[in-house]
Nanobody, 124 residues
Framework: QVQLVESGGGLVQTGGSLRLSCAAS????????MAWYRQAPGKRREMVAT???????NYVDSVKGRFTISRDNAEKTVYLQMNMLKPEDTAAYYC??????????????????WGQGTQVTVSS
């Protein structure tokens, strides 16, 4: 069974930093793009940052210059370094992956495989 497990969330003051990690495990054949999304209460889930297998990254405008996405392909892990955090960054953060994996004798592909989420709360 494939799993994406996030860690690193927590409570931090405005201006502080957190580093989120998301480790993929299971019968994974290949991981293509990985991403971080977030969802605040009462709001739609939004893309925060994406990264290709080659390391090309994109960010939502609101986090540019403050957040950095990176990945370790050998460890099947994606990171999100979040600096200069603001109260408006408060949300549940979700890891997302486009991956191919084995289930029995079948090779399956999912564009949107999700983790369970980790909460980030920034106090003012």
């Amino acid at each position: 069974q494939v799993q994406l497990v996030e860690s690193g969330g927590g409570l931090v003051q405005t201006g502080g930093s957190l580093r989120l990690s998301c480790a993929a495990s299971g019968s994974i054949v290949i991981i293509n793009d990985m991403a971080w999304y977030r969802q605040a209460p009462g709001k739609r889930r939004e893309m925060v940052a994406t990264i290709t297998s080659g390391g090309s990254a994109n960010y939502v405008d609101s986090v540019k210059g403050r957040f950095t996405i990176s990945r370790d392909n050998a460890e099947k892990t994606v990171y999100l370094q979040m600096n200069m955090l603001k109260p408006e960054d408060t949300a549940a953060y979700y890891c997302n992956a486009d991956l191919t994996y084995l289930r029995g004798s079948s090779i399956l592909h999912e564009y949107d495989y999700w983790g369970q989420g980790t909460q980030v709360t920034v106090s003012s």
